[in-house]
């Protein structure tokens, strides 16, 4: 019955806490291809001269992504390392860890617009959070597993499944967040909760009205692991299902 009580105590703090976190800007740069015809006349040796200048800077951007990927893979890694040995803990330590591998890894990501791609749509499961209200669940042995839906560019579904059967859940909608403009800048999404309901088996189902609203930054995305950082300072990160 304690645990029960304890739900209760958390659940209001609980509905607000969507996904992911504090506000962060992502600097992507673009390659240029300029190209210039001096003459109309090309010799053998000019083409050449072109032909190995081509195959070079193919070379020389092979080599870039190829070590792209092998340093992205290594930063996965040791994320996924820390999120499970952390899993449902937050202290300033580990925090600073996760932080550092976080700010390795944006600069590397390869989705240019996350809050427009498909790859955000669609079924996770959390590794690691800094909200305290969802890791009271795991702390307390409630829950094991955190998920998040993301579908259609419109609809949030947050579900913590209860070891003992039922669980928690919020359901909210989700857009892009545009500037005065009215564009998109590709990294915001906001959310609003429009209902919540906690499922606690022979006692019940309870309906609790809407509450809370912010957005998250996804600071990377590729087709595996999601970083977002929200507008509670938190930090969310998930592994695609």
Same mark, same amino acid.
């Given at each position: 019955?304690?645990?029960?009580?304890?739900?209760?105590?958390?659940?209001?703090?609980?509905?607000?806490?969507?996904?992911?976190?504090?506000?962060?800007?992502?600097?992507?740069?673009?390659?240029?291809?300029?190209?210039?015809?001096?003459?109309?006349?090309?010799?053998?040796?000019?083409?050449?001269?072109?032909?190995?200048?081509?195959?070079?800077?193919?070379?020389?951007?092979?080599?870039?992504? #190829? %070590?792209?990927? /092998?340093? &992205?893979? =290594? !930063?996965?890694?040791?994320?996924?390392?820390?999120?499970? @040995?952390?899993?449902?803990?937050?202290?300033?330590?580990?925090? #600073? %860890?996760?932080? /550092?591998? &976080?700010? =390795? !890894?944006?600069?590397?990501?390869?989705?240019?617009?996350? @809050?427009?791609?498909?790859?955000?749509?669609?079924?996770?499961?959390?590794?690691?959070? /800094?909200?305290?209200?969802?890791?009271?669940?795991?702390?307390?042995?409630?829950?094991?597993?955190?998920?998040?839906?993301?579908?259609?560019?419109?609809?949030?579904?947050?579900?913590?499944?209860?070891?003992?059967?039922?669980?928690?859940?919020?359901?909210?909608?989700?857009?892009?967040?545009?500037?005065?403009?009215?564009?998109?800048?590709?990294?915001?999404?906001?959310?609003?909760?429009?209902?919540?309901?906690?499922?606690?088996?022979?006692?019940?189902?309870?309906?609790?009205?809407?509450?809370?609203?912010?957005?998250?930054?996804?600071?990377?995305?590729?087709?595996?692991?999601?970083?977002?950082?929200?507008?509670?300072?938190?930090?969310?990160?998930?592994?695609?299902?």
């Amino acid at each position: 019955m304690s645990v029960l009580v304890n739900i209760f105590l958390v659940l209001f703090a609980s509905i607000p806490a969507a996904s992911c976190f504090s506000s962060s800007s992502l600097h992507s740069s673009k390659l240029l291809h300029q190209h210039q015809h001096t003459s109309k006349t090309t010799t053998t040796t000019q083409l050449h001269s072109s032909s190995f200048n081509l195959n070079f800077l193919d070379s020389l951007f092979s080599n870039t992504n #190829t %070590s792209n990927k /092998s340093q &992205i893979q =290594q !930063l996965k890694t040791q994320l996924y390392q820390t999120c499970q @040995s952390s899993y449902g803990i937050s202290t300033p330590p580990i925090r #600073t %860890s996760i932080e /550092s591998l &976080i700010s =390795q !890894l944006q600069p590397l990501n390869p989705t240019p617009s996350p @809050s427009t791609s498909k790859l955000l749509q669609r079924k996770w499961i959390v590794l690691w959070t /800094s909200e305290k209200e969802i890791n009271f669940f795991l702390e307390k042995g409630i829950s094991t597993r955190i998920e998040q839906t993301l579908s259609d560019g419109k609809v949030l579904e947050n579900w913590i499944p209860f070891v003992r059967g039922g669980g928690f859940g919020v359901t909210g909608s989700i857009q892009p967040a545009v500037n005065d403009s009215g564009s998109s800048d590709g990294l915001r999404t906001e959310f609003k909760f429009q209902k919540a309901e906690l499922d606690i088996g022979k006692w019940g189902t309870y309906n609790f009205p809407p509450l809370g609203e912010g957005w998250f930054d996804t600071v990377y995305l590729d087709e595996e692991l999601r970083i977002d950082l929200n507008s509670r300072n938190d930090i969310l990160i998930c592994r695609g299902e």
